[in-house]
């Protein structure tokens, strides 16, 4: 997990022991609820092996969100820095190797971190991205059919398809189940 930082800051070489003995391992079985929501998240999640879910409920309906994977970073965002009930469900869909900091940590550690430009800068880097993939997930339920946000997803996000259970694909893409299977059925013939 520190492999990344060290290489962009390793003026701080001495301290990435200290920063480590924040961080709990903990392993998790499928289906793990990590963080629900309504509740304020106190815990920055590291995703060693394994995919979580950022889900939440929709009139008695589970809507995903997004999905992440190895080397990933993921909390609640909008709850772990404002203090504020959480928006989202984190839960496991693979067992799972998580490293995990609590909020007072982490703010310790960014406190330090965040005076190395290249670390704040990668930080930014991190931010925008997740931004980006947000607005381009939302843009496609407005100008994309069912099938073209499928066959987006195929192409830009294989890894996805090729992990994730079928009705947590359709959740996400805002199908049932069934169209996704008709999708499924019409591309492959």
Same mark, same amino acid.
């Given at each position: %997990?520190?492999?990344?930082?060290?290489?962009?800051?390793?003026?701080?070489?001495?301290?990435?022991?200290?920063?480590?003995?924040?961080?709990?391992?903990?392993?998790?079985?499928?289906?793990? #609820?990590?963080?629900?929501?309504?509740?304020?998240?106190?815990?920055?999640?590291?995703?060693?092996?394994?995919?979580?879910?950022?889900?939440?409920?929709?009139?008695?309906?589970?809507?995903?969100?997004?999905?992440?994977?190895?080397?990933?970073?993921?909390?609640?965002?909008?709850?772990?820095? &404002?203090?504020?009930?959480?928006?989202? *469900?984190?839960? /496991?869909?693979?067992?799972?190797? @998580?490293?995990?900091?609590?909020?007072?940590?982490?703010?310790?550690?960014? &406190?330090?971190?965040?005076? +190395?430009?290249?670390? !704040?800068?990668?930080?930014?880097?991190?931010?925008?991205? !997740?931004?980006?993939?947000?607005?381009?997930?939302? %843009?496609?339920? +407005? !100008?994309?059919?069912?099938?073209?946000?499928?066959?987006?997803? @195929?192409?830009?996000?294989?890894?996805?398809?090729?992990?994730?259970?079928?009705?947590? #694909?359709?959740?996400?893409?805002?199908? *049932?189940?069934? /169209? @996704?299977?008709? #999708?499924?059925?019409?591309?492959?013939?």
């Amino acid at each position: %997990m520190f492999d990344q930082l060290k290489k962009i800051a390793p003026q701080l070489q001495g301290s990435w022991e200290k920063y480590a003995s924040f961080y709990h391992r903990l392993e998790v079985p499928a289906k793990t #609820i990590l963080l629900h929501e309504g509740d304020v998240s106190k815990k920055a999640y590291y995703i060693e092996k394994g995919c979580l879910r950022a889900w939440f409920n929709n009139k008695g309906k589970d809507v995903t969100f997004q999905f992440f994977f190895e080397q990933e970073g993921v909390s609640s965002i909008e709850s772990f820095r &404002k203090g504020i009930p959480s928006p989202i *469900t984190l839960e /496991s869909i693979e067992p799972c190797v @998580l490293h995990w900091i609590h909020k007072k940590d982490y703010n310790e550690v960014m &406190k330090e971190l965040n005076t +190395i430009p290249e670390v !704040r800068e990668q930080m930014a880097a991190l931010m925008l991205d !997740r931004q980006i993939n947000y607005m381009s997930h939302f %843009m496609s339920f +407005i !100008r994309d059919t069912p099938k073209e946000r499928y066959l987006n997803l @195929l192409k830009e996000k294989p890894h996805i398809v090729k992990r994730i259970p079928q009705h947590y #694909i359709a959740s996400y893409l805002g199908i *049932t189940s069934v /169209s @996704l299977s008709r #999708i499924r059925n019409a591309i492959n013939k």
